[in-house]
């Protein structure tokens, strides 16, 4: 089992940066990818970058490819999304996810990810 807690939302305005964090504990010797999905209301939940889980590859949705970067440091079992030129249509609820088995990962697909954190809030004022 392992746990997801997300930090580093908040209230910015258009243009500006914020870096989103997802702690991970639990059984965490496995290094799980990771991804990062969000949700506007009323709106379904969407892909928005992933990560494996050495590091070497990165995938992003092309709505932020460009203006966010995902990372991970596994010393620390932390994974980040860093968003820059952040726009109106990015508020959302942001969730960091993992996969119980990595060769069942597939990075843009909701379903591929058993464990889910409980969000953090990400609104950006025009």
């Known amino acids: 089992q392992v746990q997801l807690v997300e930090s580093g939302g908040g209230l910015v305005q258009a243009g500006d940066s914020l870096r989103l964090s997802c702690t991970a504990s639990?059984?965490?010797?496995?290094?799980?990818?990771m991804g990062w999905f969000r949700q506007a209301p009323g709106k379904e939940r969407e892909f928005v970058a992933a990560?494996?889980?050495?590091?070497?590859?990165?995938v992003y949705a092309d709505s932020v490819k460009g203006r966010f970067t995902i990372s991970r440091d596994n010393a620390k079992n932390t994974g980040y999304l860093q968003m820059n030129s952040l726009k109106p249509e990015d508020t959302a609820v942001y969730y960091c996810?993992?996969?119980?088995?990595?060769?069942?990962?597939?990075?843009?697909?909701?379903?591929?990810?058993?464990?889910w954190g409980r969000g953090t809030q990400v609104t950006v004022s025009s």
């Open positions: 990560i494996n889980w050495s590091g070497s590859t990165t």
């Open positions: 639990g059984r965490t010797s496995s290094n799980p990818a």
């Open positions: 996810a993992a996969p119980r088995d990595n060769s069942r990962w597939r990075p843009a697909i909701t379903g591929a990810y058993d464990y």
